[in-house]
């Protein structure tokens, strides 16, 4: 049996949460979704100021969150993170990215994050067939008929007006 | 071997991880350290004691999160407690200002452990960097009183680099260009003006930002000189104001005055100017030295009698460059406060990292010491250091997609 997974950054979750449509990453996920611990503790964290996220930690379809504990693990996650996040800032800074690079690599994954510079990396890491974003796995359900190409544009509309940052696209990427 | 389960994109040097023996003993280590009980630390970090006990005896792994915390509680990084092996130990010259601060010392050197595993990273990422300069083949400082020492090296080093008599333009430049060292003006706390720091068989010497462009030269001649004769080790602190100096730091002082200001080269631009504030001034201006140190120098070489020296020192450079230059004189020297200046080598293979995908902008930011993020990544992308954005290829990713999909 594959192990492969969409293994996910903070950002995405909380896009699609704010709107109310984790449904649709449910679906184009179809069973095959993770997370480290430290995306969840992150979003755990951003509930008392947006209690919508706490539907994300009910998400069934994301599984029980994954903990790093072996230092090999550790040690490559930490690498990860260190190339994100420098040396000077907290030790916390970028983790949930390293980590969930660290498991898309470790799953034969991919990689899915708003962040401009994980994503960068990631697909250095990864090649860029594994790493997606908010937008990516939009269009992907329109393509899987999940949701039409307006309906799509409206739900990431939704997102920017939250005050999100899914990544600039037009209604183009949707059609 | 590091990173198994993927096919690597980028030259990562394997690095080897700590048993959770290991792991659980450098904690304890750590928490030793600091005087900390085992509750002491478990109180910190939101653990139980027993959990901590269990943890240093590696009968318990530590997740992520913890390991985070815990090492944020005990003040060490978590890469440097989950690497096999020791770090190499740092060698040590400073050059502390005028008044003392106890701690300055160590908070100078998180900048040189910034840049210190900045290298290590990339030289991970991007393979060894090219060879450094051979420095140059230099003599012995000789036998004699410290002064005499420190112009003899000053002479060699102007003769090996062939630098005649005249100023020294771009001076950091010169420095990283002829030897294997490099050199960071940022900022550094008030009561250290430089620090010269030897690792693995590099130096880097750090100059503090905050001082006009006349004494950041200075000081940099000045730890040129520790790292040239090789007194880094052990740490040594140079406490201006205690009059009992010792050798090395009269010998680091007289190779900066000789380095930067040599004697003919001092003589030719005095030469017809009868005042004394004016000759310090001459060559201040001609050397791009501080008036205090000009007047020194004078009077190292005889050119000033000790109570006209003392006097100049006393008036400090603004009045006598107002009244015997311009303005815009004191102005230049000034503007050099709060320049940040990166080693070149390393912005260099920063910029080449983060232009390829393998670091974020934040390790640049911090080289650079930038806080606004925005700005410095517009200015990357103005420069084309910017990497390309991932330009996701959808049907890669259905084809990745696919195969997760079919009823798993």
């Known amino acids: ?175 | 071997m590091l990173f198994p389960h993927t096919t690597r994109r980028s030259p990562v040097v394997p690095m080897r991880a700590v048993t959770q023996q290991e792991l659980g003993q450098r904690i304890a280590d750590a928490r030793r350290a600091r005087r900390w009980t085992q509750g002491e630390l478990a109180e910190r970090v939101g653990l139980d004691q027993t959990a901590v006990s269990r943890i240093e005896t590696g009968a318990r792994t530590v997740g992520s999160l913890e390991l985070a915390e815990l090492a944020e509680a005990l003040e060490v990084s978590v890469l440097d407690l989950l690497r096999a092996g020791q770090r190499p130990m740092l060698a040590i010259a400073a050059r502390l200002g005028h008044f003392r601060d106890p701690g300055a010392v160590d908070r100078a050197l998180r900048r040189a452990g910034t840049l210190i595993g900045l290298d290590e990273l990339l030289e991970s990422l991007l393979g060894a960097a090219p060879p450094s300069p051979a420095s140059p083949r230099l003599g012995k400082p000789g036998r004699g009183p410290a002064v005499e020492q420190g112009r003899r090296l000053a002479g060699q080093v102007r003769e090996a680099l062939g630098l005649g008599d005249g100023p020294l333009a771009r001076f950091p430049e010169l420095l990283e260009e002829r030897f294997p060292l490099d050199v960071d003006v940022s900022p550094l706390p008030e009561a250290v003006d430089g620090l010269c720091v030897s690792v693995g068989g590099r130096a880097l010497i750090l100059v503090g930002s905050g001082k006009p462009s006349s004494r950041q030269r200075f000081t940099l001649a000045h730890e040129l000189a520790h790292y040239l004769v090789d007194d880094l080790d052990p740490l040594y602190v140079d406490e201006r104001g205690v009059r009992a100096r010792s050798l090395a730091e009269m010998r680091a002082n007289a190779f900066a005055a000789h380095l930067l200001m040599p004697e003919p080269g001092v003589r030719a631009a005095i030469d017809g100017v009868g005042d004394d504030a004016e000759r310090a001034v001459r060559v201040a201006l001609a050397f791009g030295a501080s008036v205090s140190a000009a007047a020194y120098q004078l009077g190292n070489l005889g050119l000033l009698a000790e109570p006209a020296r003392d006097r100049l020192i006393e008036a400090g450079s603004k009045p006598l460059l107002l009244r015997y230059a311009l303005p815009s004189d004191w102005q230049q020297d000034e503007s050099g406060r709060g320049r940040i200046r990166p080693p070149a080598r390393l912005y260099g293979r920063a910029t080449l990292a983060f232009r390829r995908g393998l670091i974020g902008l934040e390790p640049i930011a911090e080289l650079l010491q930038r806080p606004d993020r925005d700005q410095l990544r517009q200015e990357l992308e103005d420069a084309g250091l910017a990497p390309d954005d991932v330009g996701l290829d959808a049907a890669a990713l259905d084809e990745v997609l696919e195969e997760m999909a079919p009823g798993e």
């Open chain 1, 1 to 175: 049996m594959s192990c492969r997974r969409l293994v996910f950054d903070t950002g995405p979750l909380n896009s699609f949460a704010v709107v109310g449509r984790l449904d649709l990453l449910d679906a184009v996920c179809a069973g095959h979704a993770t997370w480290p611990l430290s995306v969840q503790r992150e979003l755990r964290a951003g509930i008392r100021a947006q209690p919508i996220l706490a539907e994300v930690l009910e998400a069934r379809f994301l599984g029980p969150a994954e903990v790093l504990e072996h230092p090999t693990d550790l040690l490559e996650a930490e690498l990860l993170r260190v190339r994100l996040a420098g040396s000077s800032l907290s030790q916390r800074h970028n983790r949930g990215e390293a980590e969930a690079i660290f498991l898309a690599r470790s799953r034969r994954g991919v990689f899915v994050s708003e962040d401009r510079d994980a994503r960068v990396l990631a697909a250095a890491e990864l090649g860029s067939g594994r790493v997606a974003g908010t937008t990516d796995l939009l269009a992907r359900a329109v393509r899987l008929g999940l949701v039409g190409p307006e309906d799509a544009w409206a739900v990431y509309q939704a997102m920017l007006a939250a005050g999100r940052r899914p990544g600039r696209v037009s209604r183009d990427w949707f059609a």
